[in-house]
């Protein structure tokens, strides 16, 4: 991993770039480490489908609104996406839920990062890959998570090509991706094992804020979603915004601002005795 080569403490002036091996494939990721002498609070930010950490229209926003408050944060190009290699109509759930997961693996490594107090934050497609490992670090935040994934891939499917792939439907912006505007059939096969995977992990995973915009007309219903943090122990949060679409246009700051007090209450405020930080 190239991070560890260059050394962690070059990382710390800042901003620095490195990449990481996952799946066989060099994923490119950017680090932001406070001047701070103790150890930081840190959060892990993933992106949807068919941006990157660059595109996403929610991301960097919300790791600049961390890194004001001296939290460490890693954004990275899932596989197929933005620097990382790969192509888009090479991605698979499961290759994403493994980049998400060598993510978090190769933070936890970052010696100026607070292992006990890690967050992670996802927003659509990159919202399930943070809630399969919410019962793995301190709080989750989901952004448009769209819990009920097949049905809402279904109206994106159309015809099989002739190499066997789903064609995409062009109505969804599409115009920034690396590859072909297709996926293999494999990916939407997988999707109700994720769905599975997602009640599994909520059953045993708490500290968890959903945020909603009920104008989002890409997922299949914003009621979804609220259904998804049923499943999750409490204490559990979820934030409705009214009129706020997938890319919460408008809305952004009212995202932020729910992101930012979740990340607050469970990642820098002193526990209470039950150490659920009420």
Request: proline letters at 5%.
């Amino acid at each position: 991993m190239t991070g560890q080569s260059m050394g962690w403490q070059e990382l710390r002036e800042n901003m620095n770039h490195f990449r990481f091996e996952s799946v066989g494939a060099s994923l490119s990721a950017v680090v932001y480490l406070p001047s701070t002498d103790r150890k930081s609070p840190a959060v892990v930010l993933y992106h949807g489908l068919s941006n990157s950490r660059h595109l996403d229209p929610m991301l960097q926003a919300t790791a600049e609104e961390l890194q004001k408050r001296d939290y460490a944060t890693m954004q990275f190009d899932f596989y197929g996406s933005g620097e990382s290699e790969g192509l888009f109509h090479e991605k698979l759930c499961s290759i994403m839920q493994r980049n998400a997961r060598d993510a978090l693996h190769v933070f936890k490594q970052i010696p100026f990062v607070d292992t006990k107090r890690i967050g992670l934050w996802g927003r659509s497609v990159g919202a399930p890959m943070a809630a399969l490992q919410a019962d793995q670090v301190a709080c989750t935040v989901l952004v448009s998570p769209g819990y009920k994934m097949s049905a809402t891939f279904a109206p994106w499917m159309g015809p099989l090509d002739s190499d066997g792939y789903v064609q995409m439907s062009p109505q969804y912006p599409h115009h920034l991706i690396k590859g072909y505007w297709k996926l293999r059939q494999e990916f939407f096969q997988e999707l109700p094992v994720l769905e599975e995977r997602m009640r599994q992990v909520a059953q045993r995973s708490r500290n968890v804020c959903v945020i909603q915009g009920d104008a989002d007309r890409t997922i299949r219903s914003w009621s979804d979603s609220e259904e998804l943090l049923q499943c999750y122990q409490e204490p559990r949060r979820f934030v409705r915004i009214a009129g706020a679409d997938h890319r919460y246009r408008g809305k952004k700051e009212e995202a932020l601002s729910a992101t930012v007090e979740w990340f607050t209450r469970f990642l820098t405020q002193e526990p209470s005795e039950d150490g659920q930080n009420e």
